[in-house]
C-alpha cells in the first residue's frame, strides 16, 4: 500500500493510494471515506441496495466489536471474511470499535493476520507531549498508515483538539494515509483535512438515518445563480426552523439533529411531493417522494431505513467527491465557507 | 376425471382471464390476467404489501424477483396517509412508485383481526382507530370510494366476514349481507373500466349457505370472485371442502382468488383444486422473524445448528440472497440489529413463493401437473405418502393420487 499525493494545498492533500487489494491494483482516492457496516453490512443494505448507490467506497470499515465473537466460524470457513459477508471485491478496514457503539477498552486478540497491512494508532489523549510522542514513535514502526484516536467528542472538544491534531499529523511522513476515527460530520470533515487527514469513516449518514433525517446540505460551490436563490430559500426556512436543536432518541444513536438534514417526520412533509434533495441521483430521490418517506416513518415501516440510507450514504459519498474536485481545482476555500454557513 | 362443467357467466362481463391450459386429470388451470398495468401469469401468488410497502424491499426489487401484482390494504391506507394524499399523488401507484398491478383488499378482513375494535351493521363496519381512538365507518360506498381514489387494477367488495370459527346465524346472516354489500359496492364503483370489482363468495363452512351465496353471487357481472371466510382456524379438512364447493360452481372463464393462502402445500393443492389466484402474509412475514422457505419446509436460521452452514438456503434458488449469501451468514447477521438481515430473507421468501407459482404453471402448461404434485409432496413430506391426510384427500377428489 502506498500513497502518492498529487496535490498539498493549505495542508490539505489530495492523492491515491495505490498497490490496495489481493493482487494490489486497487486505488482509493484521498481526502475519502470508507463504508461504514454493522455486522459486517452497510445498515440496512443488500447488495442489491447497495449498488444502487453511486460512488461507494472502495474500501469498506468492519468493526472488530461486531465480527470477533464469530472469529471461530470465520477460521473454519477460510475463505476470508470479504466473502464471508457477501462483499469478495471490496477492499477491508477492521476497526477495533464501533463509531457509533464504542466498546469499553480491553479488546485483545491475537489472531494472526497474513496479508493485512498493518496501522498504528496515535494516542495521547489532550496532552501535547504524549501526542507528540505517540506520533513520533509510530512514525518509526513499519506501519502502512496511521489512525488518529481519541480526537471524537462534542463538537467544542474537537475544536480544542484540532490544534493537537495539526501537531501530530506534522510529525507523521507524507507518503502514508492518515485515518482519523469517530469523526464524520462534514464540517469536522473539513476541519480535519485541512489538518492532514486523508481517511474519514462514514458513520454520520447511518446515525442521520436512525432519527428518520435526510442529508440535505449543498456541497455544490459553482452551482448556477438561479439553483443558490432556489436553494439558499430552502435551506433559510430549513435552518430557521432548525434552530431549536432538537435531541432525538434513537436506538443507540442519541444524537442531536443538526442544520445538514431534515427531519422526514415533521408533518408538513405529509403532502410534500418533492424528492428529499432536488437533483439528487440517488435511487431514493430519482423514485420517492418526501410524502412518502413522512408515510413510510410514521407507519414504522422497514423501508424507510432503506430508502434514506440510500439517500444519506449517497449525499454523503458525493460531499467527498466534491472535496476532491474542489481541491483539484483550487477551490476548497469555497466549499468550507458553503459548509460553515449551513452548519448550526 | 374430467373438470367439474361450471355455469356460463353472463356474456357482457369483461373477460380478464384467458386460459393458456387446463390440467386434463384436475382442475388445475394455467392463465394470463390482463390487467391495466400488464398482464399477469396464473396460478399467481401475490406478496402482501400493506402500507404501500413490501415491508423492506425497494419496487426495484420486488419488480426484478418477477412480482407483476401485489397486495394493498384499504383499511391501513384509508387511515394512513388517507385516499385524499394517495390521490393527489396519482393513485396508490404513484405513491408507492409501483409500475405494475396492485389489488387492494376492502377492509372486510379487518372486521376479523380488529374484532375488539369493530362493530358490524347493515350500514357497515364502524371502526375505532388504534391510533387516536377516533371512529369511522366503512361501509361498502366507503370502501369503494377509497378503492376508486387508490386506483388498484383489482378492488375487492366489502364483505361481511366472520371468522370461520363462529357457527350458529351469525354466519348466514354474514353471508346474505355480503350478498347485499355486493350490489351496493357495484352501483357505488365509479370506475369499472380502470379497476375490475371482484366478489367475495362468504357463507363460512356450511356447503348449503356456501352454495346459496355462489348461485347469488356468480348471477352478479363482476370480472373475477374470490372465495373468503376460510384461512382462518378452521380444520384443513373443512378448508379444502370449501374451497373444492366453490371452486365446482364458480365460472370457468373467470379468475378464482383464493383469500389469505398461504403455505406452499396449501396452493398446491388448492391449484389442483381450481384457483388461480392466492394471497398471504406468511411468507414476508415469517422472513422477519428469521425463517426461510425451502422445498423441504424452512429452516429458522437464527439456531446454532446453522452457525458454521456455509451454503445457500437453497442452492436451487436464484434469488440474489442465495446467490451471495451463506447460512452461516445471515445466521450472524440475524442476531445483529441490522435490519438487511430480514431484507436478505423477504427476498428470498417471495422468490420461493413465485418460483413455485412459475413452477407450478410450467408443469399444467407442459401437462404433467400430477407428476408436479407428486414430487413436491415427496419433497415436502419425504414420501408422498407421508402427506398431510387432508391434503391428499383434496388431491385424490380432484383425480390426483400421491402413491
Known amino acids: 500500500m502506498k500513497l502518492s499525493l498529487t496535490k498539498v494545498v493549505n495542508g490539505c492533500r489530495l492523492g491515491k493510494i495505490k498497490n490496495l487489494g489481493k493482487t494490489g491494483d486497487r486505488t482509493m482516492d484521498v481526502p475519502g471515506c470508507l463504508l461504514y457496516t454493522k455486522t459486517g453490512s452497510a445498515p440496512h443494505l443488500t447488495p442489491h441496495t447497495l449498488h444502487n448507490i453511486h460512488k461507494v467506497p472502495a474500501m469498506a470499515q468492519l468493526t472488530l466489536s461486531s465480527l470477533a465473537e464469530h472469529h471461530e466460524v470465520l477460521a473454519e470457513y477460510k475463505e476470508g471474511v470479504g466473502k464471508f459477508i457477501g462483499m469478495p471485491e471490496s477492499l477491508l478496514y477492521c476497526s477495533l470499535h464501533d463509531p457509533v457503539s464504542p466498546c469499553p477498552a480491553g479488546y485483545v486478540t491475537n489472531k494472526a493476520l497474513q496479508r493485512s497491512t498493518i496501522i498504528g494508532v496515535i494516542e495521547g489523549g489532550d496532552v501535547m507531549e504524549e501526542r507528540l510522542r505517540s506520533a513520533r514513535e509510530t512514525a518509526k514502526r513499519p506501519v502502512g498508515g496511521f489512525l488518529l484516536d481519541g480526537f471524537q467528542g462534542d463538537p467544542m472538544t474537537l475544536e480544542t483538539r484540532l490544534h493537537l491534531l495539526s501537531s501530530v499529523t506534522a510529525e507523521l511522513p507524507e507518503d502514508k494515509p492518515r485515518l482519523i476515527c469517530s469523526v464524520s460530520r462534514p464540517d469536522e470533515v473539513l476541519e480535519c483535512i485541512e489538518r492532514g487527514v486523508d481517511l474519514f469513516e462514514s458513520f454520520f449518514p447511518y446515525q442521520v438515518t436512525e432519527r428518520g433525517c435526510a442529508l440535505t446540505f449543498s456541497f455544490d460551490y459553482q452551482p448556477n445563480p438561479e439553483e443558490t436563490l432556489l436553494q439558499q430559500n430552502g435551506t433559510q426556512e430549513e435552518i430557521k426552523y432548525v434552530h431549536q436543536t432538537k435531541k432525538i432518541k434513537t436506538t443507540g444513536c442519541n444524537q442531536e439533529m443538526t442544520s445538514f438534514e431534515i427531519n422526514l417526520k415533521e408533518k408538513k412533509y405529509q403532502g410534500d411531493f418533492e424528492p428529499l434533495v432536488r437533483g439528487c441521483s440517488c435511487y431514493c430521490c430519482q423514485n420517492h417522494t418526501r410524502a412518502y418517506i413522512h408515510h413510510l416513518l410514521v407507519t414504522n415501516e422497514l423501508l424507510a431505513g432503506v430508502l434514506l440510507m440510500m439517500h444519506n450514504f449517497e449525499h454523503y459519498f458525493g460531499f467527498f467527491h466534491s472535496i476532491r474536485e474542489a481541491l483539484k481545482n483550487d477551490r476548497l476555500a469555497q466549499l468550507k465557507e458553503l459548509i460553515r454557513r449551513q452548519a448550526s | ?403
Request: proline residues 6%.
Open chain 2, 1 to 403: 376425471m374430467a373438470a367439474a362443467a361450471s355455469p356460463s357467466s353472463m356474456e357482457s362481463a369483461p373477460r380478464i382471464m384467458r386460459l393458456v391450459a387446463e390440467c386434463s386429470r384436475s382442475r388445475a388451470r394455467a392463465g394470463e390476467l390482463r390487467l391495466p398495468h400488464g398482464p399477469v401469469a396464473t396460478p399467481v401468488f401475490m406478496p402482501v404489501g400493506t402500507q404501500a410497502t413490501m415491508k423492506g424491499i425497494t419496487a426495484e426489487q420486488l419488480d426484478a424477483l418477477g412480482c407483476r401484482i401485489c397486495l394493498g390494504n384499504t383499511y391501513h391506507l384509508g387511515l394512513r396517509p388517507g385516499p385524499e394524499l394517495i390521490q393527489k399523488a396519482h393513485g396508490l401507484h404513484g405513491f408507492m412508485n409501483w409500475p405494475h398491478n396492485l389489488l387492494t383488499d376492502s377492509g372486510g378482513f379487518q372486521m376479523v383481526s380488529l374484532v375488539s375494535l369493530s362493530e358490524v351493521t347493515e350500514e357497515g363496519v364502524r371502526f375505532r382507530s388504534p391510533y387516536d381512538g377516533e371512529e369511522t365507518l366503512l361501509s361498502p360506498e366507503r370502501s369503494v370510494e377509497i378503492q376508486n381514489a387508490l386506483g388498484s387494477d383489482i378492488i375487492m367488495q366489502l364483505d361481511d366476514v366472520v371468522s370461520s370459527t363462529v357457527t350458529g346465524p351469525r354466519v348466514e346472516e354474514a353471508m346474505f349481507r355480503s350478498i347485499r354489500w355486493l350490489d351496493r359496492c357495484i352501483a357505488a364503483h365509479r370506475r369499472p373500466d380502470q379497476q375490475n370489482l371482484f366478489a367475495i363468495i362468504q357463507g363460512g363452512l356450511d356447503a348449503h349457505l356456501r352454495a346459496t351465496c355462489l348461485e347469488e353471487m356468480t348471477k352478479r357481472d363482476v370480472p373475477g370472485f374470490a372465495i373468503g371466510g376460510l384461512s382462518g382456524g378452521e380444520s384443513k379438512n373443512q378448508f379444502w371442502r370449501m374451497v373444492a364447493l366453490s371452486t365446482a360452481r364458480l365460472p370457468r372463464d373467470k379468475p378464482r382468488y383464493l383469500m389469505g393462502v398461504g403455505y406452499a402445500t396449501d396452493l398446491v393443492v388448492c391449484v389442483a383444486l381450481g384457483c388461480d389466484m392466492f394471497d398471504c402474509v406468511f411468507p414476508t412475514r415469517t422472513a422477519r422473524f428469521g425463517s426461510a422457505l425451502v422445498p423441504t419446509g424452512n429452516l429458522q436460521l437464527k439456531k446454532k445448528q446453522y452457525e458454521k452452514d456455509f451454503r445457500p438456503i437453497d442452492p436451487e434458488c436464484a434469488c440474489p440472497t442465495c446467490q451471495t449469501h451463506s447460512r452461516a451468514f445471515l445466521h450472524v447477521l440475524l442476531h445483529s440489529d441490522n435490519t438487511a438481515a430480514l431484507h436478505h430473507l423477504t427476498v428470498h421468501n417471495i422468490a420461493y413463493q413465485l418460483q413455485l407459482m412459475s413452477a407450478v404453471r410450467a408443469s399444467i402448461v407442459e401437462k404433467r401437473f400430477p407428476d408436479f404434485v407428486r414430487h413436491f409432496m415427496g419433497t415436502m413430506y419425504g414420501d408422498p405418502t407421508l402427506c398431510p391426510t387432508w391434503a391428499t384427500e383434496a388431491l385424490a377428489s380432484v383425480g390426483i393420487t400421491l402413491a
